[in-house]
């Protein structure tokens, strides 16, 4: 099996023209005809992972996050960057990445925020594919919300706007950087919007309309053993791995 044809798998998941126009997934580094030994699943591509791979015997990793995200001046194994890059090219590893396609999946990291949070009556949130918005099994009040929010993501802490009265039940969710769909959200009727990366002035909230931020890392980790479970069902000539770890870059204290 080549590099073209592990990503043919990953693209009937994940369609790459439902990439954002501004994002970079797909293969970064290597040849689509290159022979396949092993493939290596993780979240982001660091060195760790790389080193992993060689490690392991694996010819290929695939990423949520792609490892060149905007352009690179200079490659030198100093930088974090330069050294997952040289690290890859030296070894002969191909990188791929399914990102923004795989937000944008029919069970992609959406979906599987929906499915933590038991949501039914599923509806996307933007035209344009990202997020999705759904009803609780029952209605909650702000602190109980809170609560189960934070024990299905398995959250140490969140950050919320400030608590809301009356009853949640309709929530929208966005995984990583959902800043941008804020007022999309509140439009839509939900009383909760969840995703990562808000900014500080995002937090002065509508009335009757809470903000959670559970983190970038936290609302996207499942997408690692998904994609691990679209390789493992259809490959069975060489083994699909999955990391093993997976570490937040940010640290709670």
């Not at 949070?117 to 344009?128: A, F, I, K, P, Y």
Request: one cysteine or more.
């Amino acid at each position: 099996m080549k590099v073209c044809d592990v990503a043919r798998i990953i693209e009937e998941f994940a369609p790459l023209e439902s990439a954002a126009g501004w994002d970079n997934t797909g293969l970064c580094i290597g040849r689509p005809d290159a022979e396949v030994t092993r493939v290596l699943v993780g979240f982001d591509c660091t060195p760790q992972l790389i080193a992993e791979a060689v490690e392991r015997g694996a010819s290929m990793v695939v990423t949520h996050h792609p490892l060149i995200f905007h352009g690179l001046k200079r490659i030198s194994p100093d930088t974090f960057l330069g050294e997952a890059v040289t690290m890859a090219i030296k070894n002969d590893i191909a990188v791929y990445s399914a990102h923004t396609n795989a937000d944008k999946a029919g069970e992609g990291v959406n979906y599987l925020m929906a499915e933590r949070l038991g949501l039914t009556r599923r509806e996307l949130l933007s035209e344009d594919g990202f997020g999705l918005t759904g009803f609780l099994e029952r209605p909650m009040e702000c602190g109980e919300f809170i609560s189960f929010v934070k024990e299905r993501f398995s959250l140490k802490a969140l950050r919320t706007s400030r608590p809301i009265e009356g009853p949640i039940e309709k929530v929208a969710l966005c995984s990583g950087s959902g800043g941008s769909l804020v007022e999309t959200a509140l439009a839509s009727g939900a009383q909760a919007y969840i995703c990562g990366d808000l900014s500080y002035h995002q937090f002065f909230a509508e009335k009757g309309f809470i903000l959670l931020d559970i983190g970038h890392f936290e609302s996207e980790i499942d997408i690692v053993d998904k994609l691990f479970s679209v390789l493992s069902e259809k490959i069975n000539t060489f083994a699909v791995l999955r990391t093993r770890e997976d570490k937040n870059p940010i640290y709670y204290f």
